[in-house]
């Protein structure tokens, strides 16, 4: 009689990975990047990973110590964004952190003094970088009338991810600019949506009479950073068109949000209702009371308000480009325009309201599309990036290219 070696039961498990996310922005603050962030850390650690956090020390952290997970660093006031820092920590004193406490891998989501010191102490110390590009700084210093100070940004950020090991980015788009511009060993990880929390069905039949409107008339909902680089003066020009082409439906215009130019915009447009600054469900709540999306941005690497207002059953308009190429199917899910074509856009805004079909179709199909973006994978395919890079050794510097 034979006997058999006892069967042993092999279960197959990938080993925990020790990740240094560093970041000078993250929850509660609000923007596209910090909750990106958050998201991707809450969802690292749901899949039993050791996520250590660096960022600046935040209003709500006066009393807070730096533990195994976190360490705060001194933050510098960013001029004009109040709310928002530079952080800024030594090198030395990452070296120090990190030899006692060595990470698999970093994930460095800006470039400031914070993102430096980590991308020099991780050469130093022969430690896997991912780098991610989450703001086109360069554009918002076009924005701001200083297009020599974008070719000097534009230098500085292919120099700072020219030396990870990977650099991701969150569209199609954003990679056919970047590799345009020399930017090396780009990889794509685009952005989901949390589609139970902004769904059409947290609709508000309340806070749309508070708005002056009945369960025909249209909100046209913004929602996003009222600053210069989000190119909100077409607000008002597709607004106006909007009425001045059905002067006989009732419009209102909502803008959710808040920064530097609010005061502006209250000014150029009197009779549009600012709600300031909305978070979780109040946030649903205003998304799924609106009925159309406008989204004139020009400056965007992806642009999470287009997901989230798509997953609360609005019809979106937008330029073509990040996550409105993307996501957006010209006349099906929403209306697309040419980048930088005003005339465009307001057309397109037209076409939804020029026929109730329209609108409503875009609207179901918007939420259908949505639906279907979650997290779970985006942070799945992040955990498979970041193990990708695990013990690859660094970039080899090439020499500068100057343009």
């Known amino acids: ?59 709500t952290d006066q009393s807070r110590t ?44 800006t470039e400031g003094p914070l993102g430096l010191s980590a991308l020099r102490a991780a050469r130093r110390l022969g430690i896997s970088v991912v780098s991610g590009f989450h703001t086109n700084f360069q554009q918002y210093s076009n924005q701001y009338g200083m297009s020599l100070l974008s070719r000097v940004v534009t230098h500085y950020l292919r120099w700072f991810h020219n030396r990870s090991t990977l650099t991701l980015v969150p569209s199609a788009s954003q990679r056919l600019e970047l590799e345009r511009r020399h930017f090396e060993r780009l990889g794509m990880l685009s952005r989901g949506v949390d589609s139970q929390l902004f769904n059409p069905a947290k609709r508000d039949n309340a806070l749309r009479e508070s708005w002056g409107l009945g369960n025909d008339d249209i909100a046209v909902l913004h929602v ?9 003066g077409m607000l008002k020009r597709c607004f106006d068109t909007l009425r001045d082409t059905y002067p006989q439906r009732r419009l209102q215009l909502i803008v959710v949000g808040d920064g530097p130019q609010r005061a502006l915009l209250e000014h150029d447009l009197p009779q549009a209702i600012f709600c300031g600054t909305r978070r979780g469900e109040e946030l649903a709540r205003h998304y799924a009371s609106g009925d159309l999306f406008l989204f004139p941005s020009l400056t965007e690497t992806f642009g999470n308000v287009v997901l989230e207002a798509m997953a609360s059953g609005l019809a979106v308009v937008a330029y ?20 930088g074509d005003e005339e465009a856009f307001c057309d397109a805004a037209n076409w939804l309201l020029e026929d109730r079909e329209h609108l409503r179709r875009a609207r179901l199909n918007a939420r259908r599309h949505a639906s279907h973006q979650g997290w779970p994978a985006i942070i799945e395919q992040f955990e498979n990036q970041l193990r990708g890079v695990c013990g690859e050794p660094f970039a080899v510097p090439t020499l500068p290219y100057v343009r």
């Open 1 to 59: 009689m034979t006997t058999w070696p006892t069967a042993t039961l092999w279960v197959m498990t990938t080993a925990s990975l020790h990740i240094t996310l560093i970041t000078e922005t993250f929850p509660p603050e609000i923007n596209g990047v910090a909750n990106t962030l958050g998201r991707l850390c809450d969802g690292l650690r749901a899949r039993g990973h050791q996520v250590e956090l660096v960022r600046p020390r935040q209003g």
């Open 320 to 339: 073509d480009q990040a996550a409105a190429t993307q996501h957006i199917r010209h006349g099906y899910n929403g209306v697309l325009a040419m980048p």
């Open 66 to 109: 730096s533990d195994d997970q976190l360490l705060l660093c001194r933050g510098w006031p960013l001029p004009g964004y109040p709310g928002l820092q530079w952080g800024q920590s030594s090198m030395h004193k990452l070296l120090r952190r990190w030899t006692r406490q060595r990470p698999d891998v970093l994930y460095i989501a």
């Open 224 to 232: 996003g950073r009222l600053a210069q680089e989000k190119n909100l």
